[in-house]
């Protein structure tokens, strides 16, 4: 196996290698976009952003029998391009995503990003969604505490348990403003109050602390197409 495809991998469980690795083949993602497109892409093109997610979704479903990652990786990179030209054919006038997708228990990971690219996949043909504009908002929110927008496949609560537990911290900081603004201003969540009131293991909240953060941004925001993709975080807050 050649040493590129087994760092592959590796990244496919190691989201610091994925940053890395996604780093080190930008100009190989952007010779794929072109390759298709028969123009040179740059970063603030769309096509840059489809071919982004279709190399990370390369990442995440990549076997050694799938033969060379690279080959692999253009494959997913061309399909993902093609479905977004066709898309581009038509005018869309709402977002076709149905929110009930993200109320479901992905069985893994490959769920979970499945998710992802059909919501990126369905504002990339409309630039002037609601949708886009919210993600576009929350991304730059979300630098301030180190992490992005798609990053929160990756510590999205998948059982229904964990979801839960998630829920009551996020709702528990909703109801009190006092903490909700310190968490915008200090940016770090104030894990020993949450302890001391909430009934939820310190390990639940540092493992999925991203997710956390965000639902409260959006929860707390004005995020209305988004904040339906929580209705559950609401539903356990009125039990």
Not at 59 to 86: H, N, Q
Not at 122 to 138: G, H, P, R, V
Not at 193 to 198: D, H, L, P, R
């Amino acid at each position: 196996m050649r040493e590129l495809d087994t760092l592959a991998i590796k990244a496919k469980s190691d989201q610091r290698i994925m940053e890395q690795f996604i780093e080190q083949n930008e100009f190989y993602i952007i010779k794929c976009a072109s390759k298709f497109t028969h123009r040179y892409i740059t970063k603030s093109d769309d096509e840059w952003s489809i071919a982004l997610l279709a190399f990370h979704q390369a990442v995440e479903s990549y076997v050694p029998e799938k033969g060379s990652f690279f080959s692999f990786a253009e494959l997913v990179i061309r399909r993902r391009l093609i479905d977004y030209g066709k898309g581009k054919e038509k005018f869309i006038s709402e977002i076709s995503v149905d929110p009930n997708i993200f109320d479901t228990e992905p069985e893994d990971e490959a769920d979970d990003l499945a998710i992802k690219l059909a919501l990126a996949d369905q504002i990339s043909k409309d630039n002037t969604s609601d949708m886009k504009t919210e993600i576009e908002d929350l991304n730059i929110r979300f630098q301030s505490y180190g992490f992005s927008f798609f990053d929160l496949t990756k510590s999205s609560p998948k059982a229904g348990k964990t979801k839960k537990s998630c829920a009551k911290v996020i709702n528990y900081i909703l109801r009190n403003p006092v903490l909700t603004k310190e968490l915008k201003e200090t940016k770090l969540l104030p894990l020993k109050v949450i302890e001391k009131n909430v009934q939820v293991p310190r390990k639940i909240i540092e493992r999925h602390r991203k997710y956390i953060i965000a639902a409260i941004e959006i929860l707390s925001g004005e995020y209305p197409h988004l904040a339906e993709y929580m209705q559950y975080i609401r539903e356990e807050n009125d039990e």
